[in-house]
């Protein structure tokens, strides 16, 4: 897969950013816009693909592409976990546009393989189906880090597997393993210490730095033993998680956190450092879009603190905040082609809002975007005299915020830079002295709609936003 673009920055913050408002908020702003009412775009953009320049259009992997790849060699079976990483081997300071070139690993479970991209043009398979080196059965999760480690969850094999990145080869080397009940998902955090998931012993067991092999290709001599992570005697079934660390640059809450999946995708819960439960949900409290029973299948974290679930029975991504309080769920850009296809697997790069999903047969790369509510108006806006304006809005995703009040003929009254708001539920309001240009007197008695933009602070803040036309009620 190739992963290309330009921007160095992650998430921008603070009100200094300078907006770069899409092409309809231009005519608005222009005073150009007459008597049209509905702003045309994809019914979904929680995440949202790339542009064409930064991908030549292709963002969605297929087994046409596996096979133009690697001919016979391989096919999509049973694909499951996948990690994104820019190891630091790859990370040349000095050139300003490779910082959104990856390696993408992705575990192809039915055939013991694991697939990757050995550099931006090809693709490699290591490993095959059975026992010993180089084999895997049934594997799932898999995590790697920037120093060169990469970690799978051989479930059918009851062992956690220990590889190298190559930088010269730019290819895979075995490492060694060690034992555990049935691994089903394995995350490294910032301090070089692996966690295991085990389902069979009902455990997530950590391994410090030092056995985990950080700083070396080696691995001490057996038996590796881990640490439980304390967790409540409840956890039945663990099959997925994710780390949260404070540590981690390109993780913004200040805390140390665990989500964990267990009942075989029945609950998703979030622990602190020290065992407790911080906050929990099942799939029957999400919005789904179908009255099918749901199941939690893998679960990420981006750069702040979301926590993206897959759905593969119902073919959707939950994205919720760092609470487990529910943002949205996304079964993704629209309908027939662009819709999900039984997603698992989920990896995103914090840093610029990369998101790799894996599905039955491929994966699908998007940016991070964003939408809100209300999706159709009126919305109200409230005011108190000439000193505040506010108005209400729910954000799947941290956004800055222009608004641009219209009159009945569609001339441009007033614009505001609201700055950036959270996920959720957010008042957006402002002072007289905050407009971008201070409007006209009595212009709010003429203000019959308002063009609401937001914009996503991560990669896609440049080539994205999602603008709403909207009646008012004052």
Excluded: C
């Amino acid at each position: 897969m190739i992963v290309q673009a330009r921007d160095r920055r992650g998430p921008a913050t603070g009100r200094g950013r300078r907006f770069a408002i899409a092409a309809m908020l231009s005519i608005i702003a222009a005073g150009e816009l007459r008597g049209q009412s509905e702003i045309e775009g994809p019914p979904h953009t929680t995440l949202v693909y790339p542009p064409f320049a930064h991908t030549l259009g292709i963002h969605r992997a297929r087994s046409m592409h596996l096979k133009l790849f690697l001919g016979d060699r391989t096919r999509f079976d049973s694909p499951q976990g996948v990690t994104a990483v820019k190891f630091a081997s790859d990370d040349d300071p000095e050139v300003k546009g490779d910082d959104f070139q990856l390696t993408l690993f992705g575990v192809n479970s039915g055939r013991g393989e694991i697939l990757y991209n050995s550099t931006m043009q090809t693709l490699a398979v290591y490993g095959s189906e059975g026992e010993g080196e180089a084999r895997f059965q049934s594997p799932h999760g898999i995590d790697a880090t920037v120093d060169g480690r990469v970690y799978v969850a051989d479930t059918g094999n009851r062992r956690v597997v220990r590889l190298r990145w190559d930088p010269i080869a730019r290819s895979l080397t075995w490492v060694g393993t060690w034992a555990a009940s049935e691994p089903y998902d394995v995350a490294a955090d910032a301090r070089g210490q692996l966690f295991v998931a085990d389902r069979e012993s009902g455990a997530v067991l950590r391994f410090a730095d030092s056995t985990a092999g950080a700083g070396t290709d080696l691995l001490p001599p057996s038996p590796i033993e881990g640490d439980r992570w304390p967790l409540p005697a409840d956890v039945q079934a663990p099959i997925a998680m994710a780390i949260g660390d404070s540590l981690d640059p390109w993780y913004s809450p200040k805390e140390y956190r665990l989500y964990l999946i267990d009942l075989n995708g029945g609950r998703l819960r979030a622990f602190s450092a020290t065992g407790e439960v911080v906050a929990e949900t099942t799939p029957d409290a999400t919005d789904r879009p179908t009255d099918q029973p749901g199941r939690f299948g893998y679960v990420e974290l981006d750069y702040y603190g979301n926590i993206y679930v897959s759905d593969r029975t119902i073919g959707a991504l939950y994205k919720f905040d760092s609470q487990l309080r529910p943002l949205v769920t996304f079964s993704g850009p629209g309908p027939g082609e662009d819709a999900l296809d039984e997603p698992r697997g989920i990896a995103i790069w914090r840093r610029f809002g990369q998101v790799f999903v894996a599905e039955r047969e491929g994966a699908q790369y998007f940016f991070v975007g964003t939408d809100f509510e209300p999706r159709a108006g009126p919305i109200e806006i409230r005011r108190d005299g000439d000193q505040r304006i506010a108005f209400d809005l729910f954000l799947t995703e941290a956004a800055l915020i222009t608004a641009a009040f219209v009159n009945t003929e569609g001339d441009t009254l007033a614009i505001v830079d609201a700055g950036v708001h959270g996920t959720g539920a957010q008042t957006v309001s402002w002072t007289s002295t905050e407009w971008r240009t201070p409007p006209a007197e009595g212009w709010h008695e003429r203000a019959q709609r308002v063009f609401v933009e937001a914009r996503p602070t991560y990669s896609s803040r440049r080539r994205f936003s999602r603008i709403r036309d909207l009646e008012i009620a004052w």
